[in-house]
């Protein structure tokens, strides 16, 4: 156990340190065609409406979290990484959309400084193939917390049959059916699954309660 936790720990610093160095230049690394599919299939899936509260976690440069707020919604983001926040911070003053940005924050997802049932959207996106699942359980179960009961969450993970994932060792691929089985167990159920680069983008709710 302590091992795991120490390679989460490792992951994590790596991550911050490269998005702290790539802070300036991360928008103009992601617009190859797998990207573009992601955000289609996150613009099909992700129906914010005007008013809702949302939360973008690993929200980096924002680009989810703008078009979230463009919408109207209310947004909350958080990130591990200052100087992605710090150029997040310069797009929301370019884009005018200050007055839907409610906070941003640094900190960690498997942490989250947020009351219980507060958000009707969240979103994670880009950041779980980086991390075992063991970490994403801990992520998911934080999630499972902060969303509203008639809540909804939009999640990624690396597709594993395609090859881009397959070929890098840095990319988690999970068992489909163990995942699946982790969602179920923190309460959470998958409304639809999309595939988009490669990726899998899933849309989750709460489990009905029992009466």
Known sequence: ??????????IKKFRRRFYNTHATDYDDMAHDDDFLEEFEGF???????????????????GRYLIQMAKSGALCYGI????KMLKHLSYKIKKESIKRNIKKISVGAADSLPYTNHFFDWITCIGMFEYYPLEYVKIVLSE???????????????????????????????????????????????????NSAGYMLQYLLSKKSLKC
């Open 1 to 10: 156990m302590k091992e795991k936790k120490d390679e989460i720990e490792k």
């Open 43 to 61: 613009i099909k899936l992700v129906k914010v409406k005007a008013g809702q509260v949302v939360l973008d976690i690993a929200t980096g440069t």
């Open 79 to 82: 990130d591990q990484s200052p």
């Open 143 to 193: 999630i499972a917390r902060v969303i509203k009961q008639n809540g909804y969450i939009f999640i990624d993970i690396a597709d594993p049959f395609k090859i881009y994932a397959q070929e890098r060792d840095w990319i988690f691929s999970y068992d489909l059916e163990k995942f699946k089985t982790t969602v179920g167990a923190i309460g959470l159920k998958i409304e639809t699954c």
